[in-house]
Structures are given as structure tokens and as C-alpha cells.
């Protein structure tokens, strides 16, 4: 499994961009996928996480309201709409897969997560 985030960017506080994670494999549709972010000198951390039935979604505190998570399973792909950005929001964003398939509900356990994208870089301007 390969996942490529792409979409990253410099954008003004208060601005907008759309994440996207391209998936390999085909059963891609089969798995809860999820976005983590780390900032410079910080741990990564749970950003939003949708299951692979596209009834659930979770959100960490700090985005909710302001970022939006989907899928579209034919395109093997997954979203960040984030909208609203703040100069805190900088950080590089990963996608990720969960482990298990066919689960009941997201997580924002990172180990819960077996494959990881290479990031993207998102800076927010003040």
C-alpha cells in the first residue's frame, strides 16, 4: 500500500486548502483513513479520521467546524477541506490507513495506523 498526499501549500490566515491522499491497493475501501499533522518541534498529532463505510467521521477539537473530511472509494482517495486556517494549523499532514478493515467507528490513535503518506507542507501566514 502507497499513499501520496499532495496539495500542501503557503496560504494567508483565514484562507483555504484542499488535502488530498491518493491510495494504492484495492480494497481501499475496506479501512478507516485518517490525517495527522506535526509542527515544527511538536509531536504529531489526530487532525480528522473517516470510516470506511463514510457514515463517521471524527474530528480533533482544534478543527472542528473548520475542516472537513471525505472519500470518494472509486478514486481511492481521501480529503482535507481545511477552511479557516490559522498560523497554528502550519504543520506537515500526513494520511494514513488503519490497520484493521471493517471497523465500527474512526480512531485518533495514530497506533491504530499501519501505513503512513510522506506529508505534505502547510504553512499558514499571518
Known amino acids: 500500500v502507497q499513499l501520496q498526499a499532495s496539495g500542501g501549500g503557503l496560504v494567508q490566515a483565514g484562507g483555504s486548502l484542499r488535502l488530498s491522499c491518493a491510495a494504492s491497493?484495492?480494497?481501499?475501501?475496506?479501512?478507516?483513513m485518517g490525517w495527522f499533522r506535526q509542527a515544527p518541534g511538536k509531536e504529531r498529532e489526530f487532525v480528522a479520521a473517516?470510516?470506511?463505510?463514510?457514515?463517521?467521521?471524527y474530528y480533533a477539537d482544534s478543527v472542528k467546524g473548520r475542516f472537513t473530511i471525505s472519500r470518494d472509494n472509486a478514486k481511492r482517495t481521501v480529503f482535507l477541506q481545511m477552511n479557516s486556517l490559522k498560523p497554528e494549523d502550519t504543520a506537515i499532514y500526513y494520511c494514513?490507513?488503519?490497520?484493521?478493515?471493517?471497523?465500527?467507528?474512526?480512531?485518533?490513535?495514530?497506533?491504530?495506523?499501519?501505513?503512513w503518506g510522506q506529508g505534505t507542507l502547510v504553512t499558514v501566514s499571518s
Open positions: 494514513a490507513r488503519r490497520a484493521s478493515m471493517l471497523t465500527t467507528s474512526p480512531t485518533g490513535d495514530p497506533n491504530e495506523y499501519d501505513y
Open positions: 491497493g484495492r480494497t481501499f475501501s475496506n479501512y478507516d
Open positions: 473517516i470510516s470506511w463505510s463514510l457514515s463517521r467521521t
